[in-house]
DNA sequence: CACGATTAAGTTGTGCACAACTTAATCGTG
DNA sequence: CACGATTAAGTTGTGCACAACTTAATCGTG
């Protein structure tokens, strides 16, 4: 069978390879957020909520549009996440004077205080994962990559046949 | 800053390298995701009802577990998943006769045709990731490894301190 | 300046992921 | 064999992701 590969079982070694990164791709991110889940119960934050404290402590505060930005998400996966992290106090939201379209998030003292908090959990991420700085420097560097590849594309191309 | 590098610091670098290895593997899936969508539109399914599909292409009917054990997905996952599949015509679900418990899922003759639509699929994704068949492989192989790793971690260590 | 175009948030609806639970069948040990 | 334990699906409820849409404010060009 290996001997005798005709040009049409190409799609079929494709799918088979393809199949197998993507699902990859899709069982590591679960996987991660499993161990995530584990480290941010006693902060009671999602994964997700996480990220988005995690721009604030950064930057302090953000319009919706910014933290949107940061984290590629749009307001329709935001809006209702931002109300859940401000009903637990982490985080105030108020309309823009200068632009009344745009809602600014800013941390609350407590929102603040859990920074403190949160910083042990990368440490035991990281021990989860086995792996050095230096590999998980190149993970995230090849991954990046290819986000940034996969974003570029058309949708309207994919449907289309490759050459 | 650099130079006078103090351990009190390592959790703010550890924090923001790890951050980003999270951080691109969830943009990446969700860009995965998005080019699948612009692929899969035309079949009608969703990744993971694509997934699923795949699944049984590969193995012709199974029950719902044995699903489950191949894609790492529950029940309350699968079972809507697979009633919408039914509902769109690709499969056919029977408790079966031996173990009452059990439920066979069955490819139909729609479900079964539909692989020669999907047989392009594969290779398009492939091309959108710009990536040759080695580096799509090395990289498979390291997501793999990484969530074997993470999905034998026991929730309950992550939460403790790591030396 | 007026008015169509654009922009920022938010809403609605669908589907996935998962925790916690229920139901029904089967297993296994005394 | 009987009965508690286990197993397989399914249900319920929460939260995220995203498409398609609405609402309200601002922009920009004639």
């Known amino acids: 069978m290996r001997v005798s590969r005709i040009l049409g079982s190409m799609d079929e070694d494709f799918l088979r390879l393809d199949n197998q ?10 996987a991660f957020n499993g161990v995530y889940r584990g480290a941010l119960k006693e902060l009671g934050l999602t994964y997700p909520q996480y990220l988005v404290m995690l721009v604030l ?34 985080v105030e939201r108020r309309r ?14 407590d929102g603040t205080a859990l920074r403190e908090k949160a910083l042990g959990v990368p440490r035991r991420i990281a021990a989860a ?27 309207d191309d994919v449907t289309a046949a490759c050459g």
Do not use: M, N
């Open 21 to 30: 990164i993507c699902f990859s791709l899709h069982a590591a991110t679960r």
């Open 57 to 90: 402590w950064e930057h302090g505060e953000l319009p919706v549009k910014g933290i949107g930005e940061r984290l590629r998400l749009d307001s329709g996966t935001l809006s209702p996440l931002l109300k859940r992290l401000e009903a637990a106090g982490y």
């Open 96 to 109: 823009s004077p200068e632009d009344e379209r745009s809602v600014t998030v800013r941390l609350t003292g």
């Open 129 to 155: 994962t086995g792996l050095d700085l230096a590999e998980l420097g190149e993970l995230r560097e090849r991954l990046h990559a290819l986000a940034a590849r996969l974003d570029g594309v058309d949708p």
